[in-house]
């Protein structure tokens, strides 16, 4: 079995906690992380149940979804996006019909990470060679995100800053 990564930004800072009872946690910690919803912000609320969100889509390019997100712009535009095989999709209206392009090859394989940083929809992989991070502004096609940042496996933001992790040169180097 390949190599898992595991990689949370979001949300969940307190953890898996076991060593005091579960009345006693604080809000963003859980003594099992089962079947809490992952949208509610900077706390844990437990989870109602699933719901299809399409029962549908257009022709998959491979077996699993490796990258999902929900962005909101500056502009109160939500948008939804997967990479689901080789492409990737804007799941916006529950369909996966639209892909989005522009982006270096990326595998079947490949787990992808998004991040929303000044209005622009940052996207990185944990490709065996990591592909620049990309930018994509809610319309049109992915473009390298320019300026020198280093081909990193992760990304997310913290305290209004974009942070870029994970090089081949050095896999534990933060940017």
Request: proline content about 7%.
């Amino acid at each position: 079995m390949p190599e898992t990564h595991i990689w949370a930004h979001r949300g969940f800072d307190g953890g898996r906690v076991t060593a005091v009872p579960s009345h006693a946690l604080d809000p963003d910690q859980s003594p099992d992380a089962e079947n809490f919803d992952p949208s509610f912000w900077f706390g844990l609320k437990k989870r109602g149940g699933t719901t299809s969100f399409t029962g549908t889509h257009g022709s998959p390019t491979g077996t699993k979804v490796r990258g999902l997100t929900w962005v909101t712009f500056e502009d109160g535009t939500i948008k939804g996006i997967a990479k689901e095989g080789t492409a990737v999709y804007d799941i916006t209206a529950g369909s996966w019909a639209t892909t989005i392009g522009g982006h270096p090859a990326l595998h079947d394989a490949d787990e992808v990470h998004f991040a929303i940083f000044k209005n622009v929809v940052i996207m990185t992989s944990e490709e065996s060679t990591p592909i620049a991070p990309q930018k994509w502004t809610g319309s049109g096609s992915w473009a390298a995100l320019g300026g020198s940042p280093p081909a990193c496996r992760f990304c997310c933001v913290h305290k209004g800053r974009l942070i870029l992790a994970g090089t081949n040169a050095d896999p534990s180097r933060v940017y």
